[in-house]
Each structure stands twice: as structure tokens, then as C-alpha cells.
């Protein structure tokens, strides 16, 4: 933020109080967290000088860029002194950090690479540019960007200056409520500097979050009185501001300002992040078992108590208005459960009226009888007072328990059931993997946040294939960050697969044969339908008429009943085998994903009589179209050949995407021209939104050969809300709907719209295609970089095991050893084993 536009009394910190350890991003932090499993002794999570990005631009480059509308922050350096150099350090830190908000930074060296208009002003030896839309947005003084973490919190607050609001009367704040009542709620976090920390871990969650809530900031003034705040507090504060009015439970907004519920935690992105899920849970929850019969609180919410009240049906309305007043009495402290006791489930002994269940104590429900709801409160928000003044003496010293943090963290998989689920290890994967003619492993990390939710679907995957009596297939988890050597094994090791670079990943291994990779989405029940598929033979070999109708007609299982997959059928006659081995190493590799059936002998004339076709030959039934209408392949002369075409027969002429579908479209590798439509609130809407997807379709059609390169297709954000989040990244605002852009052309990161509030029609659209080819159209924007998601290196535990076994020490020399360790030494390099992996991973992050 430049200095005019700094809120009042801006209280800025020096650089020498300004914490050393910031965070990075929501997705980055995870890492942070590993370390801090490394090194509980440690001071915390620090950056790898030799990770960070090459910031070093051309004047060249310079003009490009900003010609292009990218955001870019830039240094220009003039001359070189200490306090420059210092600032380098740190602005070079600051690139990997904001890349993930879109925002390039670069030095220019103004000696090699002069640029006239900020080259040789002196005065611009002490700013730093921030760039947007193609012109200059902000400048900073250097005084306000001098290490990691103001840099992030500063332009993240520059480009959020619309969204994050900055309060300092209660008035102030009592407007914004008002203009939020029955629309959304509020954030509201305090801190005491900018550029701080913790400033940075607020704007960081307004980035992710801003479109849900209205985020305000305080850094003092009249409002802090207002909210209970000493100004001498040197901590940091959040409350979130309850102003939406919910459907489930009446919220009482019906007084002039929206209740408030303060955050009990030190701020931090994670602890934030965390939070705002915990405010999204509901208010009250109600049950009808024991108390010890509820399973603890399941990610994110298992760090959070759980209080049970029971209700009787003659009191049942009263029993539901008094745990209503007392859940948000205890909101962001614990999770409120009504326990009905009409229910013959429930047998606690009428005599208790209450329990409650601590995280640490997951298994132990302890039970009370009540002649207060303050007992209640009591319980723990004498802990809270406790904590608040053990924060109040660490925030002194402006250090963070990491010891604490790492034990939540290291407990997160605790609280997940693995019974259904066999851990391999490097000692029983082999003898585990050969028992079973099919093994579906998946590779995590417990401390990637994807990994974790993942997990819990692997799980039920597990549990419903129990229930469904199959016992054909194994599953099993690997925990990575534990058994490094097994996902890092080099090619040539006894294992069927290639190191594991990508968390979560899902192997199919099979015996005497190559591991498969599921590359669906990451829910349970895309998993489940792709794993019972590949159980079946991939071909089906086909002998008899009853056997062709029932592999088109019929689902292949009870449990997939409802879906209709994709279909092909091979034709080859025995005599000949041609294009057999062909068509069978194409249809392994379709396993999972589409059912194979193969034709031979007499069949194979019948069927290539009837759909006039010439042996050997594949017959495709799409999902989207009649059984009686199939489409026609010659066999090509390789199976990748073959797999191409296949999949692009199967392709829906103008396809729906959605999460789930996403990753069979984008193995395509085709630019994709995408149309963005809201949600339909009538008819008329739904006819509109129709006639989109027609002239869509007539592109297609009339573009002719010239549309081979490009993928139709569109997206529904009513369906996928996901896909706001991809508009305002590609373009930077969210354009007026409906909105079709151009992105993900093999030549460029370019992403490209067509004109707003032009009608969508076909042959315009093939003219402003034409126009895009010929150069003479300006992108309206370009794809971030492509490295989400989070590629994590391993660290060797192993190894660093084994030198604390060859070199015992004494614990205060080990403390210092630990701290030397140099963590490249132990990063395993990373590869990336299927060629497949790296395909179109922007767009892959994006939804």
C-alpha cells in the first residue's frame, strides 16, 4: 500500500520486530507444518534459499508483460548498497509465494536492462511497483516491503483493496454490518502492524475466502473500545460477524449489530482457515445414540470438543430453543449435540442430563449432571482464560509453541478409523500385494490437507466394498511421509511403479503386471465406480448373442446401478489376429475408465454385417447416445493411436465439465474454448442457457477440420461453483455472464474473451477464433504458473535415523546436529514417472 493511501494512525513495525518465520500460502503451509514434525526444537519453518524462483527480468520481458495485463511486482535497481541487497533477499523469497495469487515478481537491472520511466528517477531506488491491467497500480517504499512477509501482506492488501474493508469507528463497522444483514457474513481481524505476520495470514485467507465473506481490517482506533480490546494487547485478533441470516437455524440478526464470535486461537493462515470451517459447521446437530456411540468429530473439525444435551419429547421444542442459546454461547469452542431420548438407542441413565468429549480424549465421553448451563461454559472457557494468558506472555517474546503445533498436527491422522484399510509397509508390501488379484493403494501425506479429506473417502471405499461382499480386491494406504524409501523406490527396485511425486495418488497393482493410475476425481464415489470397474476383464471376451446384449444393456454390477459407461466392442477374426495385441493393450489400459468387449469367430461377421464395417475393426457405444447408433474404428497400428481416437469418438460433441469429468477431457491436450453460464432461475433462463450450448454446438459443426484443435465445451456455475473461482483467475474480475474465453492453447498461456456483451453466435465466434489465429487479438489475461498442486519432496527419515544410530550424541549435542542438517541432502529428486502427469495441470489446479 503506498503511503497515501495508508488507513490512520498506521502503526508500521521496524524491520528488526517483525517476525522471522512467516507463512506462505493456504496450500504451501502444509509443508511448513512437516518441518516443524522435523524439527519440534527448531524455530520453525524457514525458506530454502536455493528453491526460490529467478527473478531476474529483461526490459523486454518488462514491456511483454505488462502489455499482456499480467500483475507483476517489480524492483527496479539502480545501484547496489547493503540495505539493497538485503531487500533482494527477501523479494526473491517472495516470488514462489506470490505466484500463487498470479502475481509475477521481478528485478530489472536497470544498467543491463534500462526502462526509461523507471530508470532514472532516483527517487525510484527506494520503491517498489506493483503493475495491473497494464499500467502501474501502487508503488511501495521500500520501508513497507522489507521482508517476506510485508511484501506478500502488502500487495495481497493492495489487490484486495475493493474487497477487505478498513474500519476504525464503530460507526464504521455498524454501516458494514448493516449493508451485510441477510447477505453474508464478516470477518473482521485486528492486528496491531501492517506487514506483519499475521497481516499477511489475513490477507492470504481474504484471497481464498473474499467472495464468501466480507473481510475487515482494524489496526486500532475507537472500535477496538467498542469490542473489548486493550490497544497496549499485542495480540492479534479475529471475530467473525454472524450478519447472514441461516436456512437451518434461526441466527439472531433480528438485533441492531450482528452477534460476534472471536476466534480463541493465535492468528495464523492455517488457525484462520480453520476457524472459518469450524463457523460453517451447525449450530446444533441433533442424534439419536449414546453419546458414546457418536464418532468424534471428523476434519476439520477434530480438534474441537463435542457437548451433548438430551432431549425428552414431551420437552423436545424447549430442549432444542436451550442447546440453540447455549451453542452459541459455546461457538468456536466446542460442537453442540442433541441427544434424543425417545430413541430406544439411547441408554445413558436418566439421571445425566449432559456429556461432553475432549479431542485428546476421543474414545472417553464423561457424563454430568447439570443444574446450570454456566457448568457448562465453565468447563471451558476457564481453559480459554488459561490460554489467553499464556498467549498474552508468549506474544511478549514473539514466539510461536511450535511443539503444540506440531502435535496437533502429527495426531490429525489419529482420529481417522483404518480398520478397512490394510497399511503397507517396505517390509509386508510385496507378501500383501500378491494376495489379492487386485490392490488399490493410495500414497499420502498426513500433514497435505487434499491427502487427509482424501483419505477419509479411501475409507469408506473400503467400508462399502465390505458391504458389498467383494473380496477380490485389497485396499490399501501408504503413508508417505513415513515410508519415504517405499514411494521414492528408483525404477529397476522390485516395485511395480515409479516414485510417488504427486499426494494424493491412487495405484491399481495387479500381479505380473505394470501399476495403473487412477487419474479421476478425488471423491469416494468416482473412486469406487473406477475400481469396480476394474475388476471386470479388460476385454471381455464375448462368445454367444446373450453375452454381447448383456455387456450393452446390463450394468456390470448392482452397485453401479444408475451409471452408464462408455462401451466398445473389438471385431477380429481368429484366423488373421490382426490388430489383436493392439486392441488388447488399448483395452488394459481403459480398464477402470470404459468397458472393453471382444468379438470373435461368427459374431465378429454378424456384427461387422450389420454396422457395415470391415474386420478388424472397434465399435464405440458413448454413454451420451442410442446403443443402436455406434460409431466405427479402423484399428491403427499402435495402441496409443488407438487410445487417441477412442477417446476422442467417446468425447461429447460440446461436453459439460465438471470436477469429476475434468481429468478425461484434459487428457485431450486440447485448447479449450469455454463457456461460462449462470444458473437458470426460470424457464426462460433455462432456454437461454440452451441456445448457448447450440451455437456451441454449431461452432463445432461449422468450424469443420479447423475445430480439431480446440474443445468446445462449457460449464454450469450453478452446478460447479468451482468455476467462478476459474473465471476470476483467468480474467482477473468476474466478467457479466454469460462469458466464453479461450485458454489453454499449446502455444501460449494466453488466455483469451470473446467480446462482452456480444451474442455468442456461431459464425462469430469462428471470426473471433480466426482473429485469435492471426495475432490480432490481445489476451485478456494468462494462466498461472503450473505448480499446484504442491509437489512434495521427501525428507530421508531414514537416513537421518541412521546417522543418529552410526553417531551417538549426547541430547544437547544432538539439538545442534539437528539443526545443521542440510535438507537438500536428503531430498529425493523429484520425477515425474507417467507422461500423462503434467498434462494440462493448470486447469487441473483451477477446479
Same mark, same amino acid.
Given at each position: 500500500?503506498?503511503?497515501?493511501?495508508?488507513?490512520?494512525?498506521?502503526?508500521?513495525?521496524?524491520?528488526?520486530?517483525?517476525?522471522?518465520?512467516?507463512?506462505?500460502?493456504?496450500?504451501?503451509?502444509?509443508?511448513?507444518?512437516?518441518?516443524?514434525?522435523?524439527?519440534?526444537?527448531?524455530?520453525?519453518?524457514?525458506?530454502?534459499?536455493?528453491?526460490?524462483?529467478?527473478?531476474?527480468?529483461?526490459?523486454?520481458?518488462?514491456?511483454?508483460?505488462?502489455?499482456?495485463?499480467?500483475?507483476?511486482?517489480?524492483?527496479?535497481?539502480?545501484?547496489?548498497?547493503?540495505?539493497?541487497?538485503?531487500?533482494?533477499?527477501?523479494?526473491?523469497?517472495?516470488?514462489?509465494?506470490?505466484?500463487?495469487?498470479?502475481?509475477?515478481?521481478?528485478?530489472?537491472?536497470?544498467?543491463? %536492462? @534500462?526502462?526509461?520511466?523507471?530508470?532514472?528517477?532516483?527517487?525510484?531506488?527506494?520503491?517498489?511497483?506493483?503493475?495491473?491491467?497494464?499500467?502501474?497500480? $501502487?508503488?511501495?517504499?521500500?520501508?513497507?516491503?522489507?521482508?517476506?512477509?510485508?511484501?506478500?501482506?502488502?500487495?495481497?492488501?493492495?489487490?484486495?483493496?475493493?474487497?477487505?474493508?478498513?474500519?476504525?469507528?464503530?460507526? &464504521?463497522?455498524?454501516?458494514l454490518e448493516e449493508a451485510a444483514k441477510g447477505k453474508r457474513d464478516i470477518v473482521l481481524g485486528y492486528v496491531r502492524s501492517l506487514g506483519t505476520q499475521e497481516h499477511?495470514?489475513?490477507?492470504?485467507?481474504?484471497?481464498?475466502?473474499?467472495?464468501?465473506?466480507?473481510?475487515?481490517?482494524?489496526?486500532?482506533?475507537?472500535?477496538?473500545?467498542?469490542?473489548?480490546?486493550?490497544?497496549? *494487547?499485542?495480540?492479534?485478533?479475529?471475530?467473525?460477524?454472524?450478519?447472514?441470516?441461516?436456512?437451518?437455524?434461526?441466527?439472531?440478526?433480528?438485533?441492531?449489530?450482528?452477534?460476534?464470535?472471536?476466534?480463541?486461537?493465535?492468528?495464523?493462515? $492455517?488457525?484462520?482457515?480453520?476457524?472459518?470451517?469450524?463457523?460453517?459447521?451447525?449450530?446444533?446437530?441433533?442424534?439419536?445414540?449414546?453419546?458414546?456411540?457418536?464418532?468424534?468429530?471428523?476434519?476439520?473439525?477434530?480438534?474441537? @470438543?463435542?457437548?451433548?444435551?438430551?432431549?425428552?419429547?414431551?420437552?423436545?421444542?424447549?430442549?432444542?430453543?436451550?442447546?440453540?442459546?447455549?451453542?452459541?454461547?459455546?461457538?468456536?469452542?466446542?460442537?453442540?449435540?442433541?441427544?434424543?431420548?425417545?430413541?430406544?438407542?439411547?441408554?445413558? @441413565?436418566?439421571?445425566?442430563?449432559?456429556?461432553?468429549?475432549?479431542?485428546?480424549?476421543?474414545?472417553?465421553?464423561? !457424563?454430568?449432571?447439570?443444574?446450570?448451563?454456566?457448568?457448562?461454559?465453565?468447563?471451558?472457557?476457564?481453559?480459554?482464560?488459561? %490460554?489467553?494468558?499464556?498467549?498474552? =506472555?508468549?506474544?511478549?517474546?514473539?514466539?510461536?509453541?511450535?511443539?503444540?503445533?506440531? &502435535?496437533?498436527?502429527?495426531?490429525?491422522?489419529?482420529?481417522?478409523?483404518?480398520?478397512?484399510?490394510?497399511?503397507?509397509?517396505?517390509?509386508?508390501?510385496?507378501?500383501?500385494?500378491?494376495?489379492?488379484?487386485?490392490?488399490?493403494?493410495?500414497?499420502?501425506?498426513?500433514?497435505?490437507?487434499?491427502?487427509?479429506?482424501?483419505?477419509?473417502?479411501?475409507?469408506?471405499?473400503?467400508?462399502?466394498?465390505?458391504?458389498?461382499?467383494?473380496?477380490?480386491?485389497?485396499?490399501?494406504?501408504?503413508?508417505?511421509?513415513?515410508?519415504?524409501?517405499?514411494?521414492?523406490?528408483?525404477?529397476?527396485?522390485?516395485?511395480?511403479?515409479?516414485?510417488?511425486?504427486?499426494?494424493?495418488?491412487?495405484?491399481?497393482?495387479?500381479?505380473?503386471?505394470?501399476?495403473?493410475? !487412477?487419474?479421476?476425481?478425488?471423491?469416494?464415489?468416482?473412486?469406487?465406480?473406477?475400481?469396480?470397474?476394474?475388476?471386470?476383464?479388460?476385454? $471381455? $471376451?464375448?462368445?454367444?448373442?446373450?453375452?454381447?446384449?448383456?455387456?450393452?444393456?446390463?450394468?456390470?454390477?448392482?452397485?453401479?446401478?444408475?451409471?452408464?459407461?462408455?462401451?466398445?466392442?473389438?471385431?477380429?477374426?481368429?484366423?488373421?489376429?490382426?490388430?489383436?495385441?493392439?486392441?488388447?493393450?488399448?483395452?488394459?489400459?481403459?480398464?477402470?475408465?470404459?468397458?472393453?468387449?471382444?468379438?470373435?469367430?461368427?459374431?465378429?461377421?454378424?456384427?461387422?454385417?450389420?454396422?457395415?464395417?470391415?474386420?478388424?475393426?472397434?465399435?464405440?457405444?458413448? *454413454?451420451?447416445?442410442?446403443?443402436?447408433?455406434? *460409431?466405427?474404428?479402423?484399428?491403427?497400428?499402435?495402441?496409443?493411436?488407438?487410445?487417441?481416437?477412442?477417446? *476422442?469418438?467417446?468425447?461429447?460433441?460440446?461436453?459439460?465439465?465438471?470436477?469429476?469429468?475434468?481429468?478425461?477431457?484434459?487428457?485431450?491436450?486440447?485448447?479449450?474454448?469455454?463457456?461460462?453460464?449462470?444458473?437458470?432461475?426460470?424457464?426462460?433462463?433455462?432456454?437461454?442457457?440452451?441456445?448457448?450450448?447450440?451455437?456451441?454446438?454449431?461452432?463445432?459443426?461449422?468450424?469443420?477440420?479447423?475445430?480439431?484443435?480446440?474443445?468446445?465445451?462449457?460449464?454450469?456455475?450453478?452446478?460447479?461453483?468451482?468455476?467462478?473461482?476459474?473465471?476470476?483467475? !483467468?480474467?482477473?474480475?468476474?466478467?457479466?455472464?454469460?462469458?466464453?474465453?479461450?485458454?489453454?492453447?499449446?502455444?501460449?498461456? =494466453?488466455?483469451?474473451?470473446?467480446?462482452?456483451?456480444?451474442?455468442?453466435?456461431?459464425?462469430?465466434?469462428?471470426?473471433?477464433?480466426?482473429?485469435?489465429?492471426?495475432?490480432? =487479438?490481445?489476451?485478456?489475461?494468462?494462466?498461472?504458473?503450473?505448480?499446484?498442486?504442491?509437489?512434495?519432496?521427501?525428507?530421508?527419515?531414514?537416513?537421518?535415523?541412521?546417522?543418529?544410530?552410526?553417531?551417538?550424541?549426547?541430547?544437547?549435542?544432538?539439538?545442534?546436529?539437528?539443526?545443521?542438517?542440510?535438507?537438500?541432502?536428503?531430498?529425493?529428486?523429484?520425477?515425474?514417472?507417467?507422461?500423462?502427469?503434467?498434462?494440462?495441470?493448470?486447469?487441473?489446479? =483451477?477446479?
Open positions: 500500500m503506498a503511503s497515501s493511501d495508508l488507513p490512520p494512525n498506521d502503526p508500521r513495525p521496524s524491520p528488526t520486530h517483525t517476525s522471522q518465520r512467516g507463512q506462505i500460502s493456504l496450500l504451501r503451509m502444509w509443508v511448513c507444518v512437516a518441518a516443524v514434525l522435523l524439527w519440534i526444537s527448531s524455530a520453525g519453518c524457514h525458506e530454502k534459499a536455493n528453491m526460490s524462483i529467478h527473478i531476474e527480468i529483461t526490459a523486454a520481458d518488462f514491456h511483454e508483460r505488462l502489455l499482456s495485463g499480467k500483475m507483476m511486482f517489480l524492483y527496479f535497481q539502480q545501484q547496489v548498497s547493503p540495505t539493497i541487497s538485503l531487500f533482494l533477499v527477501e523479494l526473491e523469497k517472495s516470488a514462489e509465494a506470490l505466484q500463487d495469487y498470479g502475481v509475477l515478481v521481478g528485478k530489472v537491472t536497470c544498467k543491463k %536492462e @534500462p526502462v526509461q520511466a523507471y530508470c532514472t528517477d532516483a527517487k525510484h531506488q527506494h520503491r517498489a511497483f506493483l503493475f495491473r491491467g497494464g499500467k502501474e497500480f $501502487l508503488s511501495f517504499s521500500l520501508d513497507t516491503v522489507f521482508d517476506v512477509n510485508s511484501i506478500v501482506a502488502e500487495v495481497l492488501f493492495a489487490i484486495l483493496r475493493d474487497e477487505v474493508k478498513y474500519v476504525h469507528t464503530d460507526a &464504521d463497522l455498524q454501516t499477511r495470514s489475513l490477507m492470504e485467507t481474504a484471497y481464498v475466502y473474499g467472495s464468501k465473506y466480507q473481510f475487515i481490517l482494524i489496526t486500532g482506533g475507537p472500535v477496538l473500545k467498542q469490542l473489548g480490546v486493550n490497544e497496549s *494487547s499485542q495480540l492479534s485478533r479475529v471475530w467473525f460477524v454472524h450478519c447472514r441470516v441461516h436456512g437451518a437455524v434461526m441466527t439472531p440478526v433480528t438485533s441492531e449489530r450482528c452477534p460476534l464470535t472471536r476466534m480463541r486461537t493465535a492468528l495464523s493462515t $492455517l488457525s484462520l482457515h480453520t476457524f472459518l470451517q469450524l463457523m460453517e459447521a451447525p449450530l446444533v446437530s441433533k442424534v439419536f445414540v449414546d453419546p458414546s456411540s457418536v464418532p468424534p468429530p471428523q476434519f476439520p473439525y477434530q480438534l474441537t @470438543p463435542q457437548v451433548f444435551l438430551f432431549s425428552h419429547p414431551a420437552t423436545e421444542h424447549l430442549d432444542l430453543d436451550t442447546a440453540s442459546a447455549l451453542a452459541w454461547r459455546l461457538r468456536g469452542l466446542a460442537l453442540l449435540l442433541l441427544v434424543h431420548r425417545q430413541s430406544p438407542a439411547v441408554k445413558t @441413565p436418566e439421571k445425566y442430563n449432559a456429556a461432553y468429549r475432549l479431542p485428546e480424549k476421543s474414545s472417553e465421553v464423561k !457424563y454430568l449432571t447439570l443444574h446450570s448451563l454456566d457448568d457448562v461454559l465453565e468447563l471451558f472457557t476457564k481453559q480459554e482464560e488459561e %490460554e489467553e494468558e499464556d498467549e498474552e =506472555e508468549d506474544s511478549h517474546s514473539g514466539e510461536l509453541d511450535d511443539e503444540v503445533a506440531a &502435535d496437533v498436527y502429527r495426531n490429525r491422522g489419529h482420529f481417522l478409523d483404518l480398520d478397512q484399510v490394510t497399511q503397507l509397509t517396505s517390509d509386508n508390501f510385496h507378501s500383501e500385494v500378491a494376495q489379492s488379484s487386485l490392490t488399490v493403494v493410495l500414497f499420502y501425506l498426513k500433514w497435505d490437507a487434499v491427502s487427509m479429506a482424501f483419505l477419509g473417502s479411501f475409507v469408506e471405499v473400503a467400508e462399502k466394498l465390505e458391504d458389498s461382499r467383494v473380496d477380490d480386491v485389497q485396499m490399501c494406504v501408504v503413508d508417505c511421509g513415513e515410508w519415504t524409501d517405499l514411494c521414492a523406490a528408483q525404477p529397476g527396485t522390485a516395485v511395480p511403479f515409479q516414485p510417488i511425486t504427486e499426494f494424493p495418488s491412487v495405484l491399481l497393482i495387479r500381479r505380473q503386471q505394470a501399476a495403473q493410475r !487412477y487419474a479421476g476425481a478425488l471423491s469416494g464415489e468416482a473412486l469406487h465406480r473406477f475400481v469396480m470397474m476394474s475388476r471386470l476383464a479388460s476385454p $471381455l $471376451l464375448l462368445s454367444t448373442n446373450e453375452e454381447v446384449t448383456s455387456f450393452l444393456q446390463e450394468v456390470p454390477h448392482p452397485d453401479l446401478a444408475g451409471y452408464r459407461p462408455d462401451k466398445v466392442l473389438g471385431l477380429f477374426r481368429t484366423e488373421s489376429r490382426t490388430g489383436l495385441s493392439v486392441f488388447t493393450e488399448a483395452a488394459e489400459l481403459l480398464a477402470g475408465e470404459v468397458l472393453t468387449g471382444l468379438l470373435t469367430d461368427g459374431l465378429v461377421e454378424k456384427w461387422a454385417a450389420e454396422h457395415d464395417v470391415e474386420p478388424p475393426a472397434v465399435l464405440l457405444f458413448p *454413454s451420451w447416445r442410442k446403443l443402436s447408433h455406434p *460409431s466405427a474404428l479402423p484399428v491403427t497400428s499402435s495402441s496409443k493411436d488407438l487410445l487417441t481416437q477412442i477417446h *476422442s469418438a467417446l468425447l461429447q460433441p460440446v461436453p459439460e465439465l465438471t470436477v469429476e469429468n475434468l481429468p478425461s477431457f484434459l487428457s485431450l491436450g486440447k485448447a479449450l474454448l469455454l463457456l461460462f453460464v449462470g444458473e437458470e432461475e426460470d424457464e426462460i433462463g433455462r432456454r437461454q442457457n440452451q441456445a448457448l450450448v447450440d451455437q456451441m454446438r454449431g461452432v463445432s459443426e461449422q468450424g469443420g477440420a479447423r475445430m480439431e484443435r480446440y474443445l468446445p465445451c462449457w460449464i454450469h456455475l450453478g452446478r460447479t461453483p468451482a468455476g467462478l473461482s476459474v473465471l476470476g483467475s !483467468y480474467l482477473g474480475s468476474l466478467p457479466p455472464l454469460p462469458a466464453l474465453v479461450l485458454t489453454h492453447l499449446l502455444s501460449g498461456d =494466453e488466455v483469451y474473451q470473446y467480446p462482452p456483451n456480444t451474442p455468442i453466435l456461431a459464425g462469430s465466434v469462428l471470426q473471433w477464433l480466426q482473429s485469435v489465429e492471426d495475432g490480432t =487479438e490481445s489476451p485478456a489475461g494468462m494462466l498461472g504458473g503450473d505448480s499446484w498442486p504442491p509437489a512434495f519432496e521427501f525428507y530421508d527419515f531414514l537416513k537421518v535415523m541412521d546417522m543418529q544410530e552410526v553417531d551417538p550424541r549426547s541430547p544437547e549435542e544432538e539439538e545442534v546436529k539437528t539443526e545443521e542438517v542440510n535438507v537438500e541432502e536428503h531430498l529425493v529428486t523429484k520425477t515425474m514417472p507417467y507422461d500423462h502427469l503434467d498434462m494440462n495441470s493448470k486447469f487441473h489446479s =483451477e477446479l
